[in-house]
């Protein structure tokens, strides 16, 4: 008898925004002006880039296949976030758990640290650092 997978069955909404999402950036680029993409509200506010600004661009750059781009728009997402999402599809998903609860904890609180750190450094505005703002 066919026992159906409840977390594929409830992923199923997820995984067609996620197909939606990613044909609409793929053939809008987010660097035009006044595209389909709204700017970054922390970065109208505050004049600061946080550490998500550049992601759709470098998720753009990646699908076009252009991995300087891509990390030139966002490092810490193609360098941390991307593998860091897999791990934790990986133990979600997976046929058993890569991590246990008290570990995936630990790996979300170094995942915030590093992205407040990042966050600061692409501020700075001096070399090396000022090359880790979007440009």
Do not use: Q
């Not at 992601?55 to 966002?74: I, K, P, S």
């Not at 976030?81 to 046929?95: C, D, E, K, R």
């Amino acid at each position: 008898m066919f026992k159906p997978n409840w977390r594929w069955l409830i992923a199923i909404p997820g995984l067609l925004f996620l197909a939606f999402a990613a044909h609409h950036v793929y053939h809008h680029d987010p660097s035009i002006y006044g595209g389909p993409f709204l700017p970054c509200v922390f970065l109208e506010l505050t004049g600061l880039w946080c550490p998500g600004c550049g992601a759709t661009r470098a998720v753009y750059a990646l699908m076009h296949l252009d991995l300087a781009g891509a990390l030139r728009m966002n490092a810490f997402l193609v360098l941390v976030g991307f593998p860091a999402l897999a791990l934790a599809l990986v133990n979600h998903f997976g046929p058993r758990r890569v991590l246990t609860l008290k570990m995936e904890a630990r790996v979300y609180a170094v995942f915030f640290l590093l992205a407040m750190l990042f966050m600061v450094l692409r501020n700075l505005p001096f070399a090396p650092f000022n090359i880790l703002a979007p440009h």
